[in-house]
């Protein structure tokens, strides 16, 4: 059973930075795939970024150009740095990792985008 704690979240002014992070209980480079999903009140989950076990990122329209998603193995850390912050990137940040077939998520941590 892996899990995983995310931390960073916050409340920042528009056009401000955060930096999430992911401390897993178990080798992230083990992992197939690392990735930071969020869910805004009133919608669905959806994909941030992802990463391989390789180090290769993977950006979807809400973070490319604004958001970095890196790890750091020797920490078993995985991290999201948000820059130019925007209301709409107000919800909670989950962390999610597959490894083995099963996939796990954290519990979350609010990030709140002022205007």
């Known amino acids: 059973q892996v899990q995983l704690v995310e931390s960073g979240g916050g409340l920042v002014q528009a056009g401000g930075s955060l930096r999430l992070a992911c401390a897993a209980s178990?080798?992230?480079?083990?992992?197939?795939?690392m990735a930071w999903y969020r869910q805004a009140p009133g919608k669905q989950r959806e994909l941030v970024a992802s990463?391989?076990?390789?180090?290769?990122?993977k950006y979807w329209d809400s973070a490319r150009g604004r958001f970095t998603i890196s790890s750091d193995n020797a920490k078993n850390t995985l991290y999201l740095e948000m820059n130019s912050l925007k209301p709409e990137d107000t919800a909670v940040y989950y962390c999610?990792?597959?490894?083995?077939?099963?996939?796990?998520w954290g519990q979350g941590t609010q990030v709140t985008v002022s205007s």
């Open positions: 999610n990792a597959w490894l083995r077939g099963n996939t796990y």
């Open positions: 178990e080798s992230i480079f083990s992992m197939n795939t």
């Open positions: 990463i391989t076990s390789g180090g290769t990122p």
